[in-house]
């Protein structure tokens, strides 16, 4: 996407009305809130951020966000390739997110809508991920970028500790390369979460450790564990730790390239490498760190012509969007949210909704 797309990109967003999603967590920062906080002790500020209270380390919009009423295709997008690894049936797979995607309006000079609808893709929104289809991606194995094959020459993970924050019940926060969502009180049965990578990797064979403060174990079965100072409705933390791929060197196309955490990839859209608990490269995604607005009838080309996405049609409700990925025709459901391809992000982030729906009674 060039400089000037985006510039009128963001131009044109200053004028759309606000969507529902952005007036509830203006809502939220209110003193409704407030008053259900009041009962609680705060040794320090919850509210810090609408989605979550964690830490702000790699500052990727929409990392705690998961997809609503999606497409899902588990197909690759035409021209995307998985790639076979050295040893076993293992490959790596390229796979595309889009989640937080909105029908809307640009707003006249009355505040009434004008002319045609949109669609919106917010930043963080749209999320190319290449994850290897089984267990991890070893340093001197082939993976794929971009259709482009490569080799993992080398990796940096450290881990990265938040202190001082608080989360609700049902919300998310993000530490590490991890999002964890706190489901419902504890401490008596143990923390209730839905814990994933930033990219959507349910991390399922690892237990998340969290103890209360002063009595941590000299070691810990994971990587990920939470020092609490109260567990409830609302879950304060002293300190939450857990693993980060910092950095890691590629040879694509026979060049050496160094992909550093939130490195811009293309112009306004970022890469971040992503590690499983213990350290094991498990993905790389690329998200936009800015907003995206798509006509009817216009197509976006990005990822230099590896993604064309195109918008064919609005219904009047704006329930029902058609629209293409490469050339594949789709049907959205008040937006373009999407799950294209078999990877294992794709199978996280479907194994949370699946997850949520059940707590939820559906």
Not at 48 to 54: C, I, N, P, V
């Amino acid at each position: 996407m060039s400089g000037a797309i985006l510039k009128s990109t963001v131009a044109k967003l200053l004028p759309v009305f606000l969507s529902p999603p952005l007036a509830f967590l203006l809502f939220l920062a209110g003193g409704t809130l407030s008053a259900q906080a009041d009962p609680y002790p705060f040794p320090f500020d919850p509210f810090m951020a609408g989605e979550s209270f964690g830490c702000k380390h790699l500052l990727i919009p929409g990392a705690e966000a998961l997809p609503h009423e999606p497409v899902i295709d588990s197909h690759l997008l035409p021209g995307w390739k998985e790639v076979p690894m050295k040893a076993g049936g293992n490959r790596t797979i390229e796979s595309l997110v889009i989640k937080g995607s909105m029908v809307v309006h640009r707003k006249g000079k009355d505040g009434q809508p004008t002319g045609p609808a949109l669609v919106l893709i917010p930043a963080g929104g749209l999320v190319y991920d290449a994850t290897p289809y089984e267990t991890h991606l070893p340093v001197g194995d082939r993976g794929v970028i971009f259709g482009h094959k490569a080799v993992l020459l080398k990796k940096k993970v450290v881990a990265e500790t938040c202190r001082n924050f608080s989360v609700l019940a049902g919300r998310s926060f993000s530490v590490g390369d991890s999002v964890i969502t706190y489901l419902m009180p504890g401490p008596r049965q143990g923390p209730a979460v839905l814990w994933r990578t930033l990219d959507g990797v349910s991390i399922r064979p690892h237990p998340l450790d969290e103890y209360p403060a002063g009595q941590v174990p000299a070691k810990t079965s994971t990587r990920i564990f939470g020092v609490y100072t109260h567990a409830g409705q609302l879950a304060e933390y002293a300190a939450f730790t857990a693993p980060m791929a910092v950095s890691e060197t590629w040879k694509i196309d026979g060049k050496s390239r160094e992909v550093a955490a939130n490195s811009e990839w293309f112009p306004h859209f970022r890469m971040v490498p992503i590690s499983c608990p213990i350290g094991h490269h498990i993905g790389l995604m690329v998200y936009n760190d800015a907003p995206i607005l798509l006509d009817v009838g216009q197509t976006l080309t990005l990822y230099d012509g590896y993604l064309k996405i195109r918008v064919s049609s609005i219904s009047s409700d704006g329930g029902a969007i058609v629209f293409t990925l490469n050339g594949r025709p789709y049907t959205g459901h008040h937006g373009i949210d999407s799950l294209v391809g078999k990877g294992r992000a794709i199978a996280g982030i479907m194994n949370s909704l699946n997850t949520l729906k059940k707590l939820q009674g559906g």
